[in-house]
């Protein structure tokens, strides 16, 4: 072995540089140089780190009309909604990473996974619990199989000792932070460990053609944790979000090499794990025997599926000089933009009230068509006057005070028609190409807000 190097890595980006410096050049962040130490492996010792793999000799080009096709089909997920996220099931040989917040259930889902391939030979690699832990975790999931193995190890050489035995059919680890390889001399969770060791499994996945899911930690601003180019790395990047205080979970898939990037799963917490949530929109929703004020619901759609969010609204008169404006599960510039266009185009005045907006069930929705079911919700908190149950909304706003087309608008419809909704308000421009007279549910196009203001609060 020769002797040990120190490199500074930024923590960001995974950028290296010999020197320390404030401002990493390559993503321009300021103070996340790092020393780590990094320890020149002697040629060739680690090329043959697990049974099956290729012994370091190089690989021939060959035409692609030559190259066969998969032939491997994908493994079967138990769980539409894991299924439905990964784009069809577990494409063998791929990498998935998948991380969130501590405490949201990332360990769960995927012993849940673990316990559920009950014909598929797995290794649940933990660096964070104790065998015993794990064990008190399965029992509260109440699923038993017995091709469920379990190791509690922090180093990958140990690790493909391991697989080297046990030649598992699906390899998960827990997680990626807590995992180092002797052939870096930093500590585990540094930038280049965490490399050093995705490496490792992205070769052992390549090469042996065993799929391998990565737990990995999030930061606090959000993004996951360790250099960008782990991201690069994997094939899938899978992401589990939603408060921890509301019992669901969001599934995303936020990289997908194999399927859409648009598809989301829900799950609810419970006391025996994680259970998909197959009908969001009955959940979404609650039934109320009197109209409230301040209520709309909103026909959104998550990638392919469309899904029937209630958004709430308070809009208050001011109690301190400056209006405040908060959101939970909206983005708050949109919510501004949307407040301006009420207030400069429609003549509402809001600017010198309080706005308050709750999504329900601390779901997250990017969809624009969210839009006018917020401001309806506004407009009928700051009237008092609650919105008809059995209206629903679908459509976008622009800055001149439009009402703007959405994206399949007819599954929108469809879903909608299917809660027993009455009347859907959709833009105009969305009413070419769709079949309007086939439907139970009346079709209500718009072109103003003005419009739909005199349509719902007559
Ligand atoms: P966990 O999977 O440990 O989260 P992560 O690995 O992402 O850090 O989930 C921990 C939380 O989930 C914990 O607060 C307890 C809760 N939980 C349940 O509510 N029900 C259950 O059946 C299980 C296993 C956990
Ligand atoms: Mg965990």
Request: proline share 4%; net charge neutral.
């Amino acid at each position: 072995m020769s002797k040990a190097k120190s490199t500074f890595f930024c923590q960001n980006c995974g950028a290296q540089s010999a020197k320390w410096v404030g401002k990493c050049n390559s993503c321009g962040e300021w103070n996340t140089y790092v020393e780590e130490l990094v320890q020149k492996e002697t040629k060739n010792d680690r090329l043959q780190l697990f049974a099956g793999g290729k012994k370091g000799d190089s690989n021939k080009s060959i035409l692609l009309q030559d190259v066969g096709t998969m032939e491997y089909p994908r493994i079967a997920v138990p769980g539409k909604e894991l299924t439905r996220v990964l784009g069809g099931g577990i494409v063998p040989g791929s990498l998935v990473l998948f991380g969130g917040e501590p405490g949201i259930g990332k360990s769960t889902l995927m012993l849940q996974l673990a316990l559920r391939l009950k014909n598929l030979r797995v290794l649940y690699v933990s660096g964070e619990e104790s065998e015993q832990q794990i064990k008190m975790r399965a029992e509260r999931i109440g699923v038993t199989t017995e091709s469920c193995f379990i190791l509690q190890e922090t180093n990958t050489q140990n690790i493909f000792k391991q697989i080297n035995e046990i030649e598992p059919q699906l390899l998960i680890i827990d997680s990626i932070q807590t995992i180092h390889t002797s052939y870096i001399d930093s500590s585990p969770g540094s930038v280049s460990q965490v490399r050093e060791c995705a490496a490792e499994f992205l070769r052992f996945a390549k090469e042996t053609n065993t799929p391998v899911f990565m737990i990995g930690h999030i930061t606090k601003e959000g993004s996951l944790a360790g250099p960008k180019v782990l991201e690069h790395m994997v094939d899938t990047v899978l992401q589990f979000e939603g408060d921890r205080n509301h019992i669901y979970r969001l599934l995303r898939a936020t990289k997908n090499r194999f399927g859409s990037t648009n598809e989301m799963g829900i799950y609810e917490m419970q006391g025996q794990g994680l259970r998909e949530v197959v009908n969001p929109s009955e959940i979404l929703i609650t039934n109320r025997d009197n109209p409230t004020s301040g209520v709309a619901i909103a026909s959104t759609l998550e990638g392919n599926r469309p899904m029937l969010i209630e958004t709430q609204a308070l809009v208050s008169t001011a109690a301190y000089g400056t209006p405040q404006r908060s959101s939970t599960g909206f983005d708050l510039r949109r919510l501004s933009m949307l407040l301006a266009v009420l207030e400069k185009r429609c003549g509402f005045r809001l600017g010198v009230k309080d706005v308050f907006i709750n999504i329900a069930g601390g779901i997250r929705v990017e969809d624009p068509g969210i839009d006018l079911a917020l401001v309806c919700a506004v407009l009928s908190s700051n009237e008092d006057l609650p919105i008809p149950q059995d209206i629903c909304f679908a459509a976008e706003i622009g800055l001149t005070g439009e009402i703007r087309p959405v994206s399949k608008i007819e599954q929108r419809i469809s879903e909608a028609e299917k809660l027993g909704f009455k009347r859907i308000i959709i833009s105009s421009y969305n009413l070419k190409g769709i079949n309007t007279g086939s439907s139970k549910i009346e079709i209500v196009p718009a072109t103003k807000i003005e419009e739909v203001f005199s349509l719902i609060f007559g």
